[in-house]
């Protein structure tokens, strides 16, 4: 059972432990496979996890280093981890300092991923088991700084290989929908099809799976990798295309009005934190003999900016969406899938969404309505009652 002050984490971080009565379909897609998820938030969202740590053996409960933990996705990672498998369970890296109000952040270390030998002596101190590689340079920031996107994406993943076939540890290094590019087919695009990216964060993945897969045929190293579609999380992105799909939510809270960077009519595939969080998890908990490749797709739902304001408005209805085009990031988002087909991750080793877009909606606003009240020191009341 989750301590007090690790249940409160979980409930801020969106892994909600009470129900909804939220039930709308995830419709608001063109991709016929997407369209067949209606859903409804779990009464127990927890319970997938709690099910999956009970089902470990006490002996292969795993002792997992992240990189760039302090990101985006990590430190969701971080607390489920702990949830799971116990406090110790998780050494948290990244290269900047925690700021006071991180209180979720724990067994921290400063780990830059370009030092290869650090990254030995963080493994072989800490007993660790699995590599969770995070740490890279977005699409749109990787486009301001290619020489540095280069360094974190390229050689921080070969480094991140080096050590892993070194010490036999299990390794994730995360994909993305920006490993395809314009002559990918945009609908319900495959796991194997034409990847000509044209950013360089999308070029240095592409990179990254091709060398974790040469690495698991030519050493033996059990690289797993998921492409990741936006995911929308209450906790500050990175530098992504996909950003304004978490900033809409705290300018519809702050202000009632979004100014959004892409086209009406732009269409993404997206996820929710939660589930991105239980990929990652079901997918390094899979037998090795149920993988057929070692890089899937995942995906949750497919929406436009139009469609996701109509989404806030169910719940906010003076909220205004307007535009102000950014041409790179339109560029970058008009040479991306619209949706995923992610049925062979469903048939190998049984992953599953459980949020479609009006069930992410519902939890983002409660989500920063609870952190807004704290910032304003009032006492917050239960995210969704
Ligand atoms: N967030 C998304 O929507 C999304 C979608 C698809 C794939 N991904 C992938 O998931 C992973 C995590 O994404 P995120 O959104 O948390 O990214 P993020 O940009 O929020 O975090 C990346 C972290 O890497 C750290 N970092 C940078 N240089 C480093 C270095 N030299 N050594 C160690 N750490 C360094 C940064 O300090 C940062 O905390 C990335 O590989 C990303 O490509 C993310
Ligand atoms: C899609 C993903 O890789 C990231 N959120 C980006 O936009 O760059």
Known sequence: MASKALRSCLLRRGAQTTSTSSSAAAASTT?????????????????????????TPVGEKPRVLITGSLGQLGRG???????????????????????ADETDVCNYHFLDILNEGAIDEAVVNGRVTTLIHFSAL???????????????????????????????????????????????????????TVQRPKTIYGVSKVYAELLGEYYHHRFGVDFRSLRFPGIISATKPG????????????????????VCYLRPDTRLPMMYDTDCTASVLFFLAAQSSSLSMRTYNVTGFSFTPEEIAASIR??????????????????????WPQSLDDS????????????????????????IKREMARE???SPKAVIA
């Open 376 to 378: 304003k020191g009032e």
């Open 344 to 367: 062979i991750a469903r048939a190998d080793w049984a992953w599953k969404n459980d949020y479609g877009l009006d069930q992410t909606t519902e939890i983002m606003i409660a989500l």
């Open 138 to 192: 977005l699409s749109a920031v990787g486009e301001q700084n290619v020489p540095l996107a280069l360094k974190v994406n390229c050689q921080g993943v070969q480094n991140i290989l080096e050590v892993a076939k070194r010490h036999s540890l299990k390794v994730f290094i995360p994909s993305t929908i920006g490993a395809f590019g314009p002559e990918t087919p945009r609908v319900d695009t495959p796991d194997i």
């Open 77 to 99: 990672l971080a607390t489920m981890l702990r949830f799971m498998y116990g406090e110790d369970s998780v050494l948290m890296t990244d290269i900047r300092k925690v700021r």
């Open 314 to 335: 169910k719940f906010m209805p003076d909220f205004r969406i307007t535009y102000e085009i950014c041409p790179m990031r339109q560029r970058i988002a008009d040479s």
């Open 239 to 258: 530098g992504g295309t996909t950003d304004y799909a978490i900033k809409i939510f705290y300018d519809a809270l702050k202000d009632g009005h979004h």
């Open 31 to 55: 991709s016929s496979i997407q369209q067949q998820r209606g859903m409804a938030i779990p009464a127990d969202p927890l319970a997938r996890f709690r099910q999956l740590a009970n089902a």
